[in-house]
């Protein structure tokens, strides 16, 4: 019977086999295509399931991977290890481990709002007879294949889904980097080909809020704003403004200005961009500079009252042109020379492309940004730079209080309470000393100090500090009488010069009168005689 059916079938396969090479070989494609259509609108009214395809290389891009694409295949990773049985590793720019996904032609089954749909992992083989002056490589994409009767839930909800956890999986897991901007020209005043607006390292900094020497409420404070921030999207673009918020640091120096954005950058799992204005050539390039950022970063201008003179210019320049004319000729030509030398050194940014940097139309560009400036001086800068809407938060970093020391004491020699804890509380009430002065002190200089040692020390440097700052302040006060007695003195002269000078004036007039007095009579005498 067996062999009955064998026999049946043999004949049958090679008859199918020989239409489907006759079919290939001299069929035309017109016809394949026509032929094709119509099977598949046959076969659309039997098969109840539909099919999207994800490329890896979209057609516009020749080298570069599909957005799409990369985040389906982080979104699959954590399935593809518990149901596929063949995986492949690749590595990602810019991520900490491997990415282990499907090989080709598996597939996994995944699950939405109890509703199921497959992803298969595929790939169509290059063409080996045609000639070209690169290799053509395989060509790999993504099937997803749902019921019909689910479109409507997969276009336009799952695939959203899909994406976006794709997406926020890469962030997780990539590598944050430090960037620094690169000088503007390199030598002869070009760019070489492959030269870029940045420069990364890997950002390891350990700082975090834990560890960050602060008042806990202000702590908080600042965690709640940074985390309202980076769920704001859809807030942001109701209320019409740019995806993006300004910090302003300020406070004496020592006082944890680079540790708290170091800590925010670790908050928020941002990549921090360092920018020196100084190496910026002019606002055009920054402007390019902003565009080469991404998205979840923070932009940092550190200490920009010592960046750029962007402050005062104009009073300065009349002072300097004051000052010119009391000089003779040559040295004025001199002192012209230098400043022309210097201008030409100098980057030409200015407060207004400053301005346009941080809330211009081309601030909108990327989104979810941070921009941090830092001053130990905030009455120097421009009003008009650190303004609600440019600089959003004031943060104040000040000297060291008892709730910061207490941090300090944790993160340093794990201590939560000490018999010295009162005595260095009363003195950080009568004195200031900044984080890191404290810090400092509380450190360990060996193997054989302890928290008494440490907290002893802390104390004597405590008490150092009040009796300078005593002594400083009694030498400032006597300077302070000094000086009020010499402008009483000067004051006194000036008085006296002036009666001086009135008396003189008097004397003089009293003496002109009676000249003209002994004239007139004299010539009276005269007259008379004649």
């Keep these: 019977m067996m062999q009955d059916v064998w026999n049946q079938l043999g004949p049958a396969i090679a008859a199918i086999m020989f239409s489907w090479t006759m079919y290939q070989n001299y069929f035309p494609h017109e016809l394949r295509g026509l032929i094709r259509r ?23 891009g020749w080298f570069e991977r599909s957005k799409a694409y990369v985040a389906i295949e982080r979104y699959l990773s954590k399935n593809s290890c518990t149901q596929a049985k063949r995986l492949k590793a690749n590595t990602v720019k810019d991520g900490q481990s491997l990415v282990l996904t499907m090989d080709d032609h598996e ?3 995944d699950e939405y709002k109890d509703e199921k749909v497959w992803w298969i992992s595929s790939q169509l083989a290059a063409n080996k007879q045609t000639i070209a002056l690169w290799k053509e490589d395989d060509k790999r994409f993504f099937k997803l294949k749902f019921h019909r009767k689910n479109r409507e839930l997969i276009t336009e909800s799952y695939l959203k889904y899909v994406l976006e956890e794709g997406k926020a999986i890469s962030v997780r897991e990539r590598q944050r980097k430090l960037y620094t901007n690169n000088k503007g020209e390199t030598g002869g005043g070009y760019r070489y080909r492959g030269w870029r607006m940045w420069s990364g390292v890997v950002f390891e900094h350990p700082s975090t809020f834990d560890t960050l020497a602060m008042d806990p409420n202000k702590k908080q404070e600042i965690m709640d704003d940074l985390e309202t921030f980076s769920k704001s999207k859809d ?4 209320i019409g403004k740019a995806w993006k918020r300004g910090y302003l640091l300020y406070g004496p120096p020592g006082t944890g200005k680079s540790s708290m954005i170091a800590a925010m950058a670790n908050y928020l799992q941002y990549d921090v961009y360092d920018l020196e204005l100084t190496s910026v050539k002019d606002n055009t390039e920054l402007r390019k500079l902003l565009i080469d950022t991404t998205s979840k970063s923070i932009i940092v201008i550190e200490d920009i009252d010592c960046s750029l003179d962007l402050t005062g210019q104009r009073e300065k320049n009349k002072k300097k042109d004051e000052e010119d004319k009391e000089k003779d000729e040559k040295d004025a030509i001199k002192e012209k020379m230098k400043r022309e030398e210097g201008k ?9 492309g400053l301005l346009n940097f941080i809330d211009g139309l081309w601030s909108a560009i990327g989104g979810e940004r941070l921009i941090v400036f830092t001053t130990n001086y905030v009455e120097k800068l421009d009003p008009a730079l650190i303004r609600r809407g440019r600089m959003d938060k004031h943060i104040v970093l000040s000297y060291c209080c008892y709730e910061s020391f207490k941090v300090l004491a944790n993160n340093y020699l794990d201590v939560k309470s000490h018999v010295h804890f009162p005595e260095i509380r009363r003195l950080l009430g009568e004195t200031n000393m900044t984080p890191a002065d404290i810090a400092e002190n509380l450190m360990p200089k060996s193997s054989k100090e302890n928290a008494d040692t440490c907290l002893e020390r802390l104390i004597k440097a405590l008490e150092t500090a009040k009796e300078e700052a005593k002594l400083k302040a009694e030498k400032e006060e006597e300077e302070e009488r000094a000086k009020a007695e010499l402008e009483k003195e000067e004051k006194e002269e000036k008085k006296k010069e002036l009666a001086a000078t009135e008396e003189a004036k008097n004397a003089d ?9 002994s004239n007139g009579a004299k010539e009276n005498g005269d007259v008379s005689k004649g």
Excluded: C, N, Q, W
């Design 38 to 60: 119509y099977t598949d609108k046959i076969t659309s009214y039997f098969y109840p399931y539909m099919h999207i395809i994800f490329h890896e290389y979209e057609s516009e």
């Design 107 to 109: 597939e996994i089954t």
């Design 235 to 238: 807030y942001y673009a109701k």
């Design 344 to 352: 030409e050194k100098r980057s030409e940014v200015t407060l207004s």
């Design 509 to 517: 007039g009293v003496s002109e009168k009676e000249k003209s007095e």
